[in-house]
């Protein structure tokens, strides 16, 4: 069956940087669309960035622009979100989300992250 596990996610200072990590499982990976979304408390899931198939199309929200990067590996079926300059606005659970040529998408269970003094 498919299976997304988000993994880094945890407590930063500001300024400071994770690598998140996805892995894959269940399906052909190279086939699927990838993307990260956050959900802060009180707030709507929202698209951080997404990739294409082979990985050579990415798309970020403006607010992690110059900051966040997506990558993926395909021989590993993984999926990498690095962060840097984190700001407290970043804190927030962290999901990754599969979508299959067929249309249909799945979600991991999410990571929490946090940036606090």
């Known amino acids: 069956q498919v299976q997304l596990v988000e993994s880094g996610g945890g407590l930063v200072q500001p300024g400071g940087s994770l690598r998140l990590s996805c892995a894959a499982s269940?399906?052909?990976?190279?086939?699927?669309?990838m993307s990260w979304y956050r959900q802060a408390p009180g707030k709507e899931r929202e698209l951080v960035a997404d990739?294409?198939?082979?990985?050579?199309?990415?798309n970020y929200a403006d607010s992690v622009k110059g900051r966040f990067i997506i990558s993926r590996d395909n021989a590993k079926n993984t999926v990498y979100l690095q962060m840097n300059s984190l700001k407290p606005e970043d804190t927030a659970v962290y999901y990754c989300?599969?979508?299959?040529?067929?249309?249909?998408?799945?979600w991991g269970q999410g990571t929490q992250v946090t940036v606090s003094s």
């Open positions: 990739i294409s198939r082979i990985g050579d199309i990415t």
């Open positions: 989300k599969a979508v299959f040529l067929s249309g249909l998408r799945s």
């Open positions: 269940g399906f052909t990976f190279s086939s699927a669309r």
